[in-house]
Nanobody, 123 residues
Framework: VQLQASGGGLVQAGDSLRLSCAAS????????IGWFRQAPGKEREFVGG????????DYGDSVKGRFTMSRDNAKNTVYLQMNSLKPEDTAVYYC?????????????????WGQGTLVTVSS
C-alpha cells in the first residue's frame, strides 16, 4: 500500500490543523493506520492509531484530548484533527500502515510509510 500524507503547514499556537493520509494499492481496510511524528534531534514518536474499521483509536500521552483520528475506508483516507496546537507539536508527521491485530505504538510494527508532512507551530 502507498501512503501520501498532506495538510501540514505553519500555524500559530492554539490553532487547529487537519492532516490527511491517502492510501492506494492494497485493501485499505486491512490495515491499522498510525500517525507518528519526528522533531529534529528526537526519536520518532507515536501520535495515534486507528483500527481497521475506525471503531477504536488510541493516542500518545502528549496529544490526548487535543488530537483526534478518523478514517473513511470508502475514500481510503485517514484524518488527524489537531486542535490547540503547541510549539512542541512542531515535527514532521508520518502516517503508516500495518497489518497488526491491535493499535501499536512501535514504529517497527508498521510496514508501509508515507513521505511525511511538516507541521510548524509558532508561539
Amino acid at each position: 500500500v502507498q501512503l501520501q500524507a498532506s495538510g501540514g503547514g505553519l500555524v500559530q499556537a492554539g490553532d487547529s490543523l487537519r492532516l490527511s493520509c491517502a492510501a492506494s494499492g492494497r485493501t485499505f481496510s486491512n490495515y491499522v493506520i498510525g500517525w507518528f511524528r519526528q522533531a529534529p534531534g528526537k526519536e520518532r514518536e507515536f501520535v495515534g492509531g486507528i483500527s481497521r474499521r475506525g471503531g477504536n483509536a488510541d493516542y500518545g500521552d502528549s496529544v490526548k484530548g487535543r488530537f483526534t483520528m478518523s478514517r473513511d475506508n470508502a475514500k481510503n483516507t485517514v484524518y488527524l484533527q489537531m486542535n490547540s496546537l503547541k510549539p512542541e507539536d512542531t515535527a514532521v508527521y508520518y502516517c503508516a500502515a500495518g497489518q497488526v491485530y491491535y493499535i501499536d505504538d512501535v514504529p517497527a510494527s508498521y510496514k508501509y510509510w508515507g513521505q511525511g508532512t511538516l507541521v510548524t507551530v509558532s508561539s
